[in-house]
Protein backbone atom coordinates (compact mmCIF):
# COMPACT_ATOMS: atom_id res chain seq x y z
CA UNK A 1 0.00 0.00 0.00
CA UNK A 2 2.92 2.00 0.91
CA UNK A 3 4.30 1.63 -2.56
CA UNK A 4 0.98 2.51 -4.17
CA UNK A 5 0.84 5.52 -2.73
CA UNK A 6 4.58 6.43 -3.22
CA UNK A 7 3.91 5.31 -6.84
CA UNK A 8 1.48 8.16 -7.38
CA UNK A 9 4.66 10.82 -6.18
CA UNK A 10 7.48 9.44 -8.58
CA UNK A 11 5.02 9.24 -11.43
CA UNK A 12 4.76 12.90 -10.89
CA UNK A 13 1.16 12.88 -10.34
CA UNK A 14 0.63 14.66 -6.51
CA UNK A 15 1.83 17.67 -5.23
CA UNK A 16 2.68 18.02 -1.34
CA UNK A 17 0.40 15.79 0.60
CA UNK A 18 -2.91 15.50 -2.43
CA UNK A 19 -3.72 12.18 -3.71
CA UNK A 20 -4.56 9.11 -1.81
CA UNK A 21 -4.37 4.72 -2.84
CA UNK A 22 -5.85 2.77 -0.65
CA UNK A 23 -6.39 -1.49 -0.89
CA UNK A 24 -8.74 -4.10 0.04
CA UNK A 25 -9.02 -7.52 1.52
CA UNK A 26 -12.40 -8.89 0.53
CA UNK A 27 -11.57 -12.16 2.57
CA UNK A 28 -11.33 -9.75 5.57
CA UNK A 29 -13.64 -6.69 5.36
CA UNK A 30 -10.86 -4.62 5.50
CA UNK A 31 -9.63 -1.62 3.87
CA UNK A 32 -5.83 -0.07 4.16
CA UNK A 33 -5.52 3.68 3.45
CA UNK A 34 -3.09 7.06 3.41
CA UNK A 35 -3.45 8.79 6.47
CA UNK A 36 -4.73 12.20 6.04
CA UNK A 37 -1.83 15.27 5.57
CA UNK A 38 0.95 12.94 6.42
CA UNK A 39 3.74 14.06 3.57
CA UNK A 40 4.43 11.09 1.12
CA UNK A 41 8.88 11.31 2.08
CA UNK A 42 7.89 10.83 5.65
CA UNK A 43 5.22 8.21 5.34
CA UNK A 44 5.96 4.69 7.24
CA UNK A 45 3.83 1.40 6.65
CA UNK A 46 2.66 1.95 10.40
CA UNK A 47 0.95 5.29 9.31
CA UNK A 48 -1.45 3.51 7.03
CA UNK A 49 -4.60 2.91 8.58
CA UNK A 50 -7.15 0.00 8.42
CA UNK A 51 -10.62 0.61 8.40
CA UNK A 52 -13.70 -1.69 7.79
CA UNK A 53 -15.96 -0.94 5.03
CA UNK A 54 -18.02 1.48 7.34
CA UNK A 55 -14.50 3.49 8.01
CA UNK A 56 -14.22 1.99 11.30
CA UNK A 57 -10.80 2.34 12.02
CA UNK A 58 -9.56 -0.88 13.04
CA UNK A 59 -5.72 -0.79 13.44
CA UNK A 60 -3.63 3.19 13.08
CA UNK A 61 -2.85 5.78 15.39
CA UNK A 62 -3.34 8.36 12.40
CA UNK A 63 -7.08 9.77 10.60
CA UNK A 64 -7.35 8.36 7.51
CA UNK A 65 -7.60 10.65 4.33
CA UNK A 66 -10.64 12.37 4.11
CA UNK A 67 -11.98 10.80 1.13
CA UNK A 68 -12.04 7.29 2.95
CA UNK A 69 -15.89 7.72 2.26
CA UNK A 70 -15.60 7.76 -1.39
CA UNK A 71 -12.95 4.97 -1.72
CA UNK A 72 -15.64 3.17 0.41
CA UNK A 73 -18.51 4.12 -1.76
CA UNK A 74 -16.21 2.20 -4.53
CA UNK A 75 -15.40 -0.73 -2.91
CA UNK A 76 -19.01 -1.27 -1.94
CA UNK A 77 -20.55 -0.80 -5.43
CA UNK A 78 -17.76 -2.18 -7.61
CA UNK A 79 -17.25 -5.92 -6.41
CA UNK A 80 -14.85 -6.87 -8.62
CA UNK A 81 -11.90 -3.89 -7.57
CA UNK A 82 -9.22 -4.00 -5.38
CA UNK A 83 -7.84 -0.63 -5.20
CA UNK A 84 -8.49 3.06 -5.51
CA UNK A 85 -6.50 6.15 -6.32
CA UNK A 86 -7.59 9.88 -6.22
CA UNK A 87 -5.02 12.64 -7.55
CA UNK A 88 -4.84 15.79 -8.76
CA UNK A 89 -3.08 15.33 -11.28
CA UNK A 90 -2.33 18.12 -13.91
CA UNK A 91 -4.23 16.97 -17.61
CA UNK A 92 -7.06 14.78 -16.03
CA UNK A 93 -7.52 17.40 -13.45
CA UNK A 94 -7.83 19.87 -16.60
CA UNK A 95 -10.28 17.52 -17.84
CA UNK A 96 -12.23 17.47 -15.32
CA UNK A 97 -12.49 21.27 -14.54
CA UNK A 98 -13.82 21.41 -18.35
CA UNK A 99 -16.13 19.13 -17.36
CA UNK A 100 -15.17 17.59 -20.58
CA UNK A 101 -14.88 13.22 -21.35
CA UNK A 102 -12.11 12.48 -22.55
CA UNK A 103 -12.78 10.82 -26.37
CA UNK A 104 -10.71 7.57 -27.26
CA UNK A 105 -8.45 9.43 -29.88
CA UNK A 106 -5.67 6.32 -30.31
CA UNK A 107 -4.73 2.70 -29.20
CA UNK A 108 -2.74 3.40 -26.03
CA UNK A 109 -6.07 5.00 -24.68
CA UNK A 110 -8.11 1.93 -25.99
CA UNK A 111 -5.58 -0.49 -24.81
CA UNK A 112 -7.04 0.57 -21.20
CA UNK A 113 -10.27 2.18 -21.46
CA UNK A 114 -13.19 0.49 -23.65
CA UNK A 115 -14.57 4.15 -24.79
CA UNK A 116 -13.86 7.85 -23.26
CA UNK A 117 -13.03 8.37 -19.73
CA UNK A 118 -16.36 9.59 -18.17
CA UNK A 119 -17.22 12.89 -16.25
CA UNK A 120 -19.82 12.74 -13.77
CA UNK A 121 -22.52 15.48 -13.45
CA UNK A 122 -22.08 18.80 -11.02
CA UNK A 123 -22.91 17.50 -7.72
CA UNK A 124 -26.46 19.35 -6.94
CA UNK A 125 -25.38 21.96 -3.41
CA UNK A 126 -27.51 19.67 -0.96
CA UNK A 127 -24.84 17.00 -1.54
CA UNK A 128 -21.61 19.34 -1.64
CA UNK A 129 -22.92 20.61 2.28
CA UNK A 130 -23.68 17.06 3.14
CA UNK A 131 -21.69 14.23 3.08
CA UNK A 132 -19.34 15.58 0.60
CA UNK A 133 -16.86 12.68 0.00
CA UNK A 134 -19.56 10.31 0.64
CA UNK A 135 -21.53 12.17 -2.27
CA UNK A 136 -18.57 12.20 -4.19
CA UNK A 137 -18.83 8.71 -4.67
CA UNK A 138 -22.47 8.29 -5.24
CA UNK A 139 -22.06 11.05 -7.98
CA UNK A 140 -19.27 8.50 -9.84
CA UNK A 141 -21.69 5.72 -9.49
CA UNK A 142 -24.25 7.62 -11.22
CA UNK A 143 -21.80 8.35 -14.10
CA UNK A 144 -21.49 4.45 -13.93
CA UNK A 145 -25.28 3.60 -14.64
CA UNK A 146 -24.99 1.67 -17.51
CA UNK A 147 -21.50 1.12 -17.64
CA UNK A 148 -19.08 -1.14 -16.88
CA UNK A 149 -15.95 0.06 -14.15
CA UNK A 150 -13.86 -3.41 -15.40
CA UNK A 151 -14.18 -2.16 -18.99
CA UNK A 152 -13.55 1.80 -17.70
CA UNK A 153 -10.41 1.74 -14.78
CA UNK A 154 -11.41 5.34 -13.96
CA UNK A 155 -13.18 8.50 -14.01
CA UNK A 156 -13.54 12.27 -13.91
CA UNK A 157 -15.20 14.11 -11.05
CA UNK A 158 -16.51 17.46 -12.27
CA UNK A 159 -14.49 20.13 -11.32
CA UNK A 160 -12.07 18.03 -8.60
CA UNK A 161 -10.03 15.49 -10.53
CA UNK A 162 -9.42 11.76 -11.43
CA UNK A 163 -10.09 9.00 -9.77
CA UNK A 164 -8.93 5.32 -10.87
CA UNK A 165 -9.21 1.73 -9.50
CA UNK A 166 -7.99 -1.90 -10.52
CA UNK A 167 -7.81 -5.25 -9.13
CA UNK A 168 -5.14 -4.24 -6.57
CA UNK A 169 -3.39 -1.00 -5.52
CA UNK A 170 -0.40 -1.47 -7.29
CA UNK A 171 -2.96 -1.97 -10.67
CA UNK A 172 -4.85 1.32 -9.50
CA UNK A 173 -2.28 3.13 -9.36
CA UNK A 174 -0.58 2.53 -12.45
CA UNK A 175 -4.39 3.11 -13.91
CA UNK A 176 -3.95 6.76 -12.37
CA UNK A 177 -0.73 7.13 -13.73
CA UNK A 178 -2.13 5.39 -17.28
CA UNK A 179 -5.03 8.02 -17.00
CA UNK A 180 -3.24 10.86 -16.74
CA UNK A 181 -0.76 10.28 -19.84
CA UNK A 182 -4.17 9.26 -21.92
CA UNK A 183 -5.52 13.24 -20.82
CA UNK A 184 -2.21 14.71 -21.51
CA UNK A 185 -1.99 13.13 -24.85
CA UNK A 186 -5.88 13.84 -25.64
CA UNK A 187 -5.47 17.76 -24.60
CA UNK A 188 -2.39 17.56 -27.29
CA UNK A 189 -4.65 16.11 -29.93
CA UNK A 190 -7.22 18.87 -29.66
CA UNK A 191 -4.85 21.48 -29.53
CA UNK A 192 -3.17 20.18 -32.66
CA UNK A 193 -6.70 19.36 -34.58
CA UNK A 194 -10.01 20.81 -32.74
CA UNK A 195 -11.79 18.61 -35.29
CA UNK A 196 -9.79 15.27 -34.22
CA UNK A 197 -12.21 12.17 -34.22
CA UNK A 198 -12.21 9.38 -31.95
CA UNK A 199 -10.55 6.54 -33.23
CA UNK A 200 -12.49 3.55 -34.92
CA UNK A 201 -14.84 1.26 -33.84
CA UNK A 202 -12.81 -1.57 -35.11
CA UNK A 203 -9.11 -0.14 -33.80
CA UNK A 204 -10.23 0.17 -30.67
CA UNK A 205 -11.91 -3.56 -30.40
CA UNK A 206 -9.06 -4.38 -31.59
CA UNK A 207 -6.25 -3.13 -28.61
CA UNK A 208 -9.20 -3.46 -26.09
CA UNK A 209 -10.48 -6.84 -26.81
CA UNK A 210 -6.26 -8.03 -27.30
CA UNK A 211 -5.57 -7.20 -23.62
CA UNK A 212 -8.91 -7.61 -22.43
CA UNK A 213 -11.85 -10.68 -21.84
CA UNK A 214 -11.58 -14.31 -23.23
CA UNK A 215 -9.83 -14.00 -25.87
CA UNK A 216 -7.11 -11.68 -25.23
CA UNK A 217 -3.30 -12.86 -26.62
CA UNK A 218 -1.29 -9.64 -25.00
CA UNK A 219 2.06 -10.63 -23.16
CA UNK A 220 2.66 -13.39 -21.31
CA UNK A 221 0.38 -16.25 -20.64
CA UNK A 222 -0.72 -16.29 -16.68
CA UNK A 223 -1.22 -19.30 -13.95
CA UNK A 224 1.51 -21.09 -16.63
CA UNK A 225 -1.59 -21.78 -19.26
ZN1 LIG B 1 -9.36 15.53 -4.37
Not at 26 to 31: A, C, E, S, W
Not at 62 to 70: A, V
Amino acid sequence: MLEANLELVHRGLVLYTFGNASGISRDHGLVVIKPSGVPYEKMKPEHLVVTDLDGKIVEGNLRPSSDLPTHLVLYKAFTEIGGVVHTHSEYATAWAQARREIPCFGTTHADYFYGPVPVTEPMPDHEIAGEYEKNTGTAILRAFSGRNPSDLPGVLVANHGPFAWGENAETAAHNAVILEALARTAYFTTTLNQQASPIGKTLHDRHYLRKHGSSSYYGQAKDGK
